[in-house]
């Protein structure tokens, strides 16, 4: 008897866990979810906690509420140019009305990202077909993107049930055969610029080195003018000291002056001089003891 009644308790007990595990469900903080009858949504967004559901009856499905990332593959855009461009982009989403977001893609994740995805190059490539490369790449850029964001989340919300939280464009390439004549065309304006900035360096030295020379033409012509001048006033003031000197005893300086001759006259021994003996120039050198210098 007490032996069945415990194994009657315990099968009690482990009905009561299944019932319970099968009727008992937790939403996290960080998930939507719908409950579903047969197939049938009853509860379009549960909110975070504890719930009942009936077993067999019921059905939870959940999805992940966070923000999400959508990282597209790199597409190529035509510009109002006609110029390509390989545009790599992404998208962050999040689930903004549940049931929408079931019902159009049946909780299928990726479903929704192709959905979100397709939606978002659509969008992309008439903004960038509207607008020149250069608006796309500097100026309108930022405003496009808001605009984009808007535009795709008033889409998406009414189809999917998605409400878009940015979009925002990585990377914009040129295609590789492009690229090379754009870059040997900015080498080719470089190289531009820099021969006109050494054309205009080598106008400016050479008008620096003229000047320099015509400055250097007057410092020196000035200074020869100084020089001569003072040489001038040297010359000045030793003829008057030799005559002074000669004033006072013409014969010493004479005699002074002959010395002098006869220093330059003498300085190599192969001078040869052809003179008469008695020339003057021979005076003080015939007089005997100074007698030439007495007379």
């Known amino acids: 008897m007490n032996s069945g009644r415990t194994f009657a308790v315990m099968a009690a007990l482990l009905l009561l866990v299944v019932v319970a595990n099968n009727s008992l469900f937790i939403i996290k903080e960080t998930e ?60 962050k989403w999040r689930i903004a009305d549940v049931k929408t977001y079931y019902t159009a893609t049946s909780g299928d994740e990726f479903r929704a990202a192709d959905l979100l995805a397709s939606r978002m190059d659509t969008r992309l490539r008439n903004k960038f077909g509207r607008r020149t490369l250069t608006e796309v790449v500097s100026g309108d850029r930022e405003e496009m993107m808001v605009q984009l964001t808007k535009e795709l989340t008033e889409i998406t919300q009414q189809e999917l049930g998605i409400e878009v939280v940015d979009v925002r464009v990585k990377r914009i390439d040129l295609p590789t055969e492009v690229s ?45 003018r100084e020089a001569e001048q003072v040489r001038g006033d040297g010359d000045a003031v030793a003829a008057s000291t030799y005559a002074q000197a ?43 003891g100074g007698a030439g210098l007495a007379n």
């Open 246 to 288: 000669y004033q006072k005893d013409p014969e010493f300086y004479s005699f002074y002056r002959s010395l002098n001759a006869y220093k330059d006259t003498f300085n190599s021994k192969d001078d040869v001089m052809v003179l008469e003996p008695g020339s003057d120039f021979f005076k003080y050198l015939n007089a005997a």
């Open 180 to 224: 090379q004549s754009v870059y040997d065309r900015m080498r080719t304006e470089r190289e531009r610029e820099a021969r006109e900035l050494r054309s205009k360096g080598n106008e400016l030295a050479e008008g620096i080195r003229a000047d320099a020379d015509r400055q250097k033409t007057v410092i020196l012509a000035e200074a020869f």
């Open 32 to 91: 939507r979810a719908v409950k579903l009858q047969f197939g049938e949504v009853v509860n379009p967004d549960l909110k975070p906690g504890l719930h009942i559901k009936m077993p067999i009856v019921n059905s939870i499905t959940k999805f992940d509420g966070r923000v999400q990332t959508l990282d597209s593959r790199p597409q190529d855009y035509l510009t109002l140019e006609k110029k390509r461009l390989i545009v790599d982009s992404f998208v």
